[in-house]
Each structure stands twice: as structure tokens, then as C-alpha cells.
């Protein structure tokens, strides 16, 4: 659950990079919590309108985080409109959020595997 708080800290940060486990975790309970709420709607009848307010307010961090994943394996953030290309663009999406960080600094900053195991906090 902290990787879920700690992306939603980062609320609008499009800047920097993001570890897999970062992106892969948030997008688990992402997706836990947008199901518990679909359900919860489906039971209580009222029509979706709980997991369109969810997702609405999880968009930005949702992009952002994704951004940032982009940005851990080298590429720009313009690479997230390739996932509008119709079953080639969601693979090469799904391709580029699972590939392992760039092993050293690149232009969007420093490796965050570095960073996390020199912090001792």
C-alpha cells in the first residue's frame, strides 16, 4: 500500500523516474480498488458513479507514474500515445513498462534503485 500512497503523493509530477515495482504495484491496487468499486456500485445500483469519481481523481497520478516508468527506460514521454495504436501499441506499451531500468543516469535523472538502496531512511 505504500507504493500506492507514494504515487499519489507525486499527485500531477511528470518529471524523473520510476522504478517497475513503483509502476507495477500502484497499478495492482489501482486495479483491486477500481474492481471493489465497480462491485460495490453493481450491488448498490448506482450506476458506476463511485468508480467514475475513483478514476477520475487517479487519472493524473495514473499518467504520471506511467510517464515516469517511460522515463526510467530511456524513452520520452511521448511514447504513451503509442498505446492508442490498436494491439501493436498496447504490446509495445505493456513491453517498455515491464524492460528494466537503464542501469546508470540518463537524461531524466538518476537510477531510483541507486537512490533507494543508498538511502538509509
Known amino acids: 500500500m505504500s507504493w500506492y500512497i507514494k504515487v499519489l503523493k507525486k499527485y500531477a509530477v511528470f518529471s524523473g523516474r520510476a522504478t517497475r ?3 507495477w504495484m500502484f497499478t495492482l491496487i489501482h486495479i483491486a480498488i477500481s474492481f471493489a468499486l465497480l462491485l460495490f456500485d453493481g450491488v448498490v445500483g448506482s450506476g458506476g458513479v463511485l468508480y ?13 507514474v506511467a510517464i ?14 503509442i498505446a492508442f495504436v490498436p494491439l501493436i501499441g498496447a504490446i509495445a506499451m505493456i513491453v517498455f513498462l515491464v524492460k528494466d531500468s537503464d542501469p546508470s543516469e540518463n537524461r531524466y535523472g538518476p537510477n531510483p534503485k541507486v537512490v533507494m538502496s543508498e538511502d538509509p531512511n
Do not use: K
Request: aromatic share 24%.
Open 21 to 23: 515495482q513503483e509502476y
Open 68 to 81: 515516469r516508468r517511460l522515463h526510467d527506460t530511456g524513452r520520452s514521454a511521448w511514447w504513451i500515445f
Open 52 to 64: 467514475y469519481i475513483y478514476s477520475f481523481a487517479v487519472a493524473l497520478p495514473a499518467l504520471g
